[in-house]
Each structure stands twice: as structure tokens, then as C-alpha cells.
């Protein structure tokens, strides 16, 4: 089973950058996909990034063209790099793998942008 773990959230103003990374352990060579997904207070966890095996990357609409997604399969991590921070932004950001019809999830890092 493939591990991973978050790292890299924090607290900024709005308009700054925070990059998260995750790493993955078990498996790393069995993953099709790693997405990161957010999940506000109150709210349902949704995807906000996804990147394959082949690099192709998807966004949600609502934060493309400001984060990027990247993975270094060397080190076994996946990153997202999110500048122009909003407001709304703020969430506890999950890693995802994708595996052999399973998924796997990290254990979330609080991103909180304030205005």
C-alpha cells in the first residue's frame, strides 16, 4: 500500500506563495495519477489538482493559472506550488495516489490565507 505524507502548509497573507510536497513510500512505481485535494470547514473535500504518470496535468477552474502541479519521481514526491494566495483558499489540502483501482490519502496540512 502506497503511503504518503504532506508537508509545507502554513499561514500566509493573501496574494503570497506556499508550496506543499508530498512523499510517497510502498509503491511510488505502481501510481497512475497524484492529485492534491482541499477541504474546507463545512465543506466536501474536492480535487484541485491532478498530474499523471506521463505529466499531464488538470486543474479546477478556480485556481488555474495559479498553482502548477509537479511530481520528481527521482524522490518519489509530488509538489503544488500556489501563488496569488486568496482568501478562499484556506482548507486542509490532502495528497492523493492512484493505484492498481485504489486510493490512497496523506494525513492533510492546514493552508489558511488571510486577508
Known amino acids: 500500500q502506497v503511503q504518503l505524507v504532506e508537508s509545507g502548509g502554513g499561514l500566509v497573507q493573501a496574494g503570497g506563495s506556499l508550496r506543499l510536497s508530498c512523499a510517497a513510500s510502498?509503491?511510488?512505481?505502481?501510481?497512475?495519477?497524484m492529485g492534491w485535494y482541499r477541504q474546507a470547514p463545512g465543506k466536501q473535500r474536492v480535487s484541485v489538482a491532478r498530474?499523471?504518470?506521463?505529466?499531464?496535468?488538470d486543474y479546477v477552474d478556480s485556481v488555474r493559472g495559479r498553482f502548477t502541479i509537479s511530481r520528481d519521481n527521482a524522490k518519489n514526491t509530488v509538489y503544488l506550488q500556489m501563488n496569488s494566495l486568496k482568501p478562499e483558499d484556506t482548507a486542509v489540502y490532502y495528497c492523493?495516489?492512484?493505484?492498481?483501482?485504489?486510493?490512497?490519502w496523506g494525513q492533510g496540512t492546514q493552508v489558511t490565507v488571510s486577508s
Open positions: 492523493s495516489a492512484e493505484y492498481r483501482g485504489m486510493r490512497s
Open positions: 510502498g509503491g511510488f512505481f505502481d501510481i497512475n495519477a
Open positions: 498530474i499523471t504518470t506521463g505529466g499531464s496535468a
